[in-house]
């Protein structure tokens, strides 16, 4: 059984930009980072980690263009930094800009920053104080790691596609853990208001809640996104038996009928074909086999 908590992980990769006067600090805030490390498969890279012979400047922008979240470092050695300033935090802004990564200024030392092109993003500590000035300083690496983690929740849930929405949402129904599969075809919507799949699955997760004139809405969306789509004709069929509709759920059945073939025509809730459809429809793939 898939574990919707870790399924599908992916790893997000995190870049510092900071002035090499600020390494102790940047160290330090790495150290605090290592639960997160572990939990989100978060890899970060600073050009510490430049190889012998390596061209460094290609290196850094290699992982500047493809890091997920960006951490700037402010201080006064950051903000005299032309390399710093000048070319990194730019770079990282423009692709903040783009939606293609997430950029989190963070104050270690005072320093003047009023209008800065970051000025616009929350600056972390709370309030802007600077890490150097908090009487206990895990207290604002802790601050500081706390709204990290909350990015990184809001990023993972940007970064997944419709099917992982699919796959988790199957997941948690497997689980019976029906309000939590509805709320992720629900994301899975979102990301694509004309994907027949989500709206078949959200039905399901309806109809396990009992909230049957719901899910008989979400069925006919994949319906009309899909006039062939056998199961939700067939599943839209149950929840309208279950509404006692049954001229509604007879017609149904009957388009499912002609879809599939040969079988025999179901009249209402409690006929064999129904009660096994509704057990033993597989419910778990996405692509290929259409449920």
Known sequence: MN????ANKQE??????????DRPIRDE?????????RRYQLTNWHDREIMPGEEWE??????LNTAKLILLLISPDFMNSDYCYGKEMRRALERHRAGTCRVIPILLRPTYW??????????????ARPITR????DEAFQDVVTEISRTI??????????????????????LKRYEEALATFEQAIRLDPNYSYAYYYKGNALNDLNRYEEAVQAFEQAIHLDPNYFYAHLFKGIALAELKHRQEAEQAFEKARKLVGQLPTPTVLGHPLVVANRADTPRNSVGGHRP
């Open 58 to 63: 290609q290196a850094i922008d290699m992982h």
């Open 29 to 37: 805030l790495e150290k605090h980072l290592s639960w997160l490390k």
């Open 12 to 21: 997000i990769k995190l870049f510092y930009c900071y002035a090499h006067e």
């Open 3 to 6: 574990n919707p908590n870790t």
């Open 134 to 137: 908090w009487p206990d300083r």
């Open 114 to 127: 009023e209008d800065a092109p970051f000025s616009s993003l929350q600056l972390l500590p709370t309030d």
């Open 153 to 174: 929740k809001d990023l993972l849930i940007s970064l997944k596609t419709k099917e992982e929405w699919v796959r988790e949402g199957n997941a948690r129904t497997e």
